[in-house]
């Protein structure tokens, strides 16, 4: 596996991530809890813009990656 489909398979799963923290701050019922994941659901945001980033640097620079 490249190193391009690393990146774009942390990606996926970093917005997989990010969607099961959303969803168990909304099911929570302990409102302590209910805050901590929403916390981290918002500190994936940078991650998974930074990996969007690099993805898009990588696509600039190989020629190899342009067409995914």
């Given at each position: 596996m490249t190193v391009f489909a690393n990146v774009q398979g942390t990606l996926a799963n970093m917005k997989a991530i990010q969607a099961e923290?959303?969803?168990y701050a909304q099911?929570?019922?302990?409102?302590k809890a209910k805050a901590i994941?929403?916390?981290?659901?918002i500190e994936?945001?940078?991650i998974i813009d930074e990996l969007q980033q690099r993805i898009e640097?990588?696509?600039?620079?190989?020629?190899?990656?342009?067409?995914?």
């Amino acid at each position: 596996m490249t190193v391009f489909a690393n990146v774009q398979g942390t990606l996926a799963n970093m917005k997989a991530i990010q969607a099961e923290l959303s969803r168990y701050a909304q099911v929570s019922t302990d409102e302590k809890a209910k805050a901590i994941f929403h916390d981290c659901m918002i500190e994936t945001i940078d991650i998974i813009d930074e990996l969007q980033q690099r993805i898009e640097f990588m696509k600039a620079e190989e020629l190899q990656y342009r067409k995914s």
